[in-house]
């Protein structure tokens, strides 16, 4: 029987411009199983699970749960919990972390400064600091989502962890089932999919340099959907791989149409015309639905350079 991810990949889907939109992520760890929503329905107390969603809702915060690669057996509740907060925006990319006791203490952050890449309150009431170790990759493995991410993200999760690479944790979900193994790297917030363990440690090596890979590349969180895939094709026009080097000026225009500014931090800047598709043909966009559909693709049509006196004008 054909999962999602098979169907995706045998029709060679495009895959640039399909990351989850987020500014800011907030990791908290849950070991044990989780269910599809996971911060409701895993061993966290479901209340605070529903807390921490309204706390964040429309803050440009992305709540996770994570866990250690490996058997999830039920063992109970943790004494000390891992944290993490990290921030995407190119040039104000960072990424923190603490231990707390008591998860609860997660409502006292000021949720709408950490969305706005402000990270002195998690500091203060989480005693944070900036986190010195290897990069993160959060590998998608709840299956109770969508059993392609259990099928191939444990997998690579364990092989990763076994290899001895750093920073891996299993995360509840990144979306885009169908792209799986899907991850997310941090600082910087680049989000893969298909990923196969040699390429993941190429990722985290270049990331570890502040460098991005585009190859099966989803885009950068820190921008909506015609961001990244502008931002990921100037990448690849102009040879540009620094994580800091590209931002998304600006986005005008409207689905299926857009005009995405996308500036490099030396002063130049493109226009990149970028429209909205359907993914032919129509089918299940997830194991877990019976319902077919055609999922959104973005195509990019033309990168423009801009002058200097047309940059100015704009």
């Known amino acids: 029987m054909s999962t999602c991810s098979s169907v995706s ?36 107390d479901p209340a605070l699970g ?38 995407t925006t190119p040039g104000n990319a960072w990424l923190h972390g603490a231990t ?3 998860p609860r203490r997660l409502l006292d952050l000021d949720f ?12 203060s009431v989480l005693q944070a600091a900036p986190h010195t170790g290897d990069p993160l990759a959060l590998v998608c493995t709840n299956g109770k989502r969508d059993r392609c991410c259990a099928l191939l993200g444990r997998p690579l999760a364990a092989e990763l962890d076994a290899s001895g690479v750093g ?21 910087y917030g680049y ?40 931002e990921l094709a100037v990448r690849t026009a102009v040879g540009e791989y620094a994580a800091d080097a590209l931002s998304v000026v600006r986005t005008e ?8 500014t996308v500036g490099h931090c030396d002063g130049r800047q493109w226009h990149v015309i970028v429209t909205q598709g359907a993914a032919l043909p129509p089918r299940a966009e997830s194991c877990g639905t019976s319902v077919l559909g055609s999922p959104a693709r973005m195509d990019v049509v033309a990168v423009r350079e801009l002058t200097t006196t047309t940059a100015l004008a704009g």
Request: include cysteine; aromatic fraction near 6%.
């Open 191 to 230: 989000a893969y999919g298909r990923a196969e363990a040699h390429t993941v440690k190429e990722i985290l090596s270049r990331a570890r340099e502040g460098r991005i890979v585009v190859e099966n590349c989803r885009g950068n969180s820190a921008w909506e959907r015609p961001g990244q895939a502008a």
């Open 167 to 187: 920073g891996i944790w299993e995360v509840t979900h990144l979306g885009g089932h169908r792209f799986s193994p899907t991850l997310l790297v941090l600082p």
């Open 50 to 87: 529903r807390a921490l969603e309204a706390a964040a809702k429309g803050t440009g915060v992305r709540i996770a749960l994570i866990r250690r690669p490996g058997r999830h057996a039920d063992r109970g509740t943790p004494t000390a919990r891992q944290v993490y907060a990290a921030h």
């Open 9 to 44: 990949r045998d029709l060679d889907e495009p895959i640039a411009g399909t990351a989850a939109t987020a500014k800011t992520w907030l990791l908290l760890e849950q070991p044990g199983p989780w269910g599809a929503k996971a911060l409701t329905s895993s061993h966290l």
């Open 100 to 102: 707390v006791r008591d």
């Open 253 to 260: 225009g409207a689905a299926p149409r857009w005009t995405v």
């Open 112 to 123: 709408a400064a950490l969305g706005k890449g402000d990270h002195r309150g998690f500091d």
